[in-house]
T-cell receptor, first 110, second 112 residues
């Protein structure tokens, strides 16, 4: 079965700093989802990447899919306290079944 | 458009009891999936329903079951509760066909 490893597990940055979160797959990536979760709440859909080389941006968050490296990265520019939370990457593990990484906990200090 | 609604938000039960959790998907979404989230195991897939049929099931014991109604609303049931069932249970809906799943805020179940 496909497994996703996220790095780092946790990250503390100063407000205004840039940061990158990585998600590496044990198998070929045909598509990948990024979600954000506030503690104890549901997941908020951020982006879906469907093909190698694809790059998407939403506000200050950019995600890329490197099919050859079996990896996706999530980059946040000029971080803000509102970016704090747990970022999760997920892949389709079968029809409508998502397999997730363990998550990266982001803390942004004002 | 209303999001995915899960009820109740919090639930406290004792070992051996059973529990039913409810999920109302986004209007027009026919696929409903359930996930269990714990600190140790992370997010794990329970099962998925589409048009009242279970299409996919994760590796959970038979104590975990679910169903979907004709209006796409879904329920999951856990019988003979164990301490290890304490978790955040998340429901997600989508239009299907590998489109993004949208999650509710979850039901936090605590077993005493």
């Amino acid at each position: 079965s496909q497994e996703l490893e996220q790095s780092p597990q946790s990250l503390i940055v100063q407000e205004g700093k840039n940061l990158t979160i990585n998600c590496t797959s044990s198998k070929t990536l045909y598509g990948l989802y990024w979600y954000k979760q506030k503690y104890g709440e549901g997941l908020i859909f951020l982006m879906m990447l469907q093909k190698g080389g694809e790059e998407k941006s939403h506000e200050k968050i950019t995600a890329k899919l490197d099919e050859k490296k079996q990896q996706s990265s999530l980059h946040i520019t000029a971080s803000q306290p509102s970016h704090a939370g747990i970022y999760l990457c997920g892949v389709q593990g079968g029809s409508e079944k998502l397999v997730f990484g363990k998550g990266t906990k982001l803390t942004v200090n004002p | 458009k209303a999001g995915v609604t899960q009820t109740p938000r919090y639930l406290i039960k004792t070992r051996g009891q059973q529990v039913t959790l409810s999920c109302s998907p986004i209007s027009g979404h026919r696929s409903v999936s359930w996930y269990q989230q714990t600190p140790g195991q992370g997010l794990q897939f329970l099962f998925e329903y589409f048009s009242e049929t279970q299409r996919n099931k994760g590796n959970f014991p038979g104590r975990f079951s679910g169903r979907q109604f004709s209006n796409s609303r879904s329920e999951m049931n856990v019988s003979t509760l164990e301490l290890g069932d304490s978790a955040l249970y998340l429901c997600a809906s989508s239009v299907g066909n590998n489109q993004p799943q949208h999650f509710g805020d979850g039901t936090r179940l605590s077993i005493l």
